[in-house]
């Protein structure tokens, strides 16, 4: 019985928020964004995340605590714009005749998204240097040269990046 009383009151606590706060913060997601369509996609997801963490009951603020999980999301939808456009400009620059499915687009797009979540993670030389090797190609030496760093400091990030990388991966690397 207790577990369904707490059910009932996290319930009614969460109803309560929705309808109070519902359409305050869809204005302000409003605000931060181009579509009243993501707005609302948005606005749903904060609601999401508060009711996945069954919590609502120990909210004290709950217009602050609202902004807060909306300003994660808003922050994470134009990360990921951001990277879907990288994506369609290198995708507009290949020839006709390469034609990635629909699938591999967003396996391509999912495994983008969890790489800059990855590098976000890192502190910002590390990442710079993890970019120049990956992406540019560069040698380490090239990278110390350039960014005034020894070599052992670059082989150092490096290794820094491919750990934090590996640990990521988890189980997945070895499947």
Not at 14 to 40: E, G, P
Not at 139 to 152: C, F, V
């Amino acid at each position: 019985m207790p577990h369904n009383a707490n059910h009932s009151v996290q319930h009614d606590v969460m109803h309560s928020l929705y309808v109070n706060h519902h359409n305050w913060l869809f204005t302000w997601i409003r605000k931060r964004l181009d579509s009243q369509y993501d707005a609302a996609d948005l606005t749903q997801d904060t609601f999401l995340r508060i009711h996945a963490k069954q919590n609502a009951a120990t909210i004290k603020e709950p217009k602050a605590y609202l902004v807060t999980i909306a300003k994660g999301l808003v922050c994470h939808f134009y990360r990921r714009k951001s990277l879907e456009q990288a994506y369609l400009e290198l995708l507009a620059k290949q020839p006709e005749s390469f034609v990635i499915s629909p699938e591999n687009e967003f396996i391509i797009l999912q495994t983008l998204e969890e790489v800059d979540a990855l590098l976000n993670g890192l502190p910002s030389q590390v990442k710079q240097v993890f970019l120049l090797a990956q992406i540019e190609g560069k040698k380490y030496q090239q990278i110390a040269d350039d960014m005034q760093l020894s070599l052992a400091t670059v082989k150092r990030y490096m290794k820094q990046a491919y750990v934090k990388c590996f640990v990521l991966m988890g189980d997945d690397l070895f499947e």
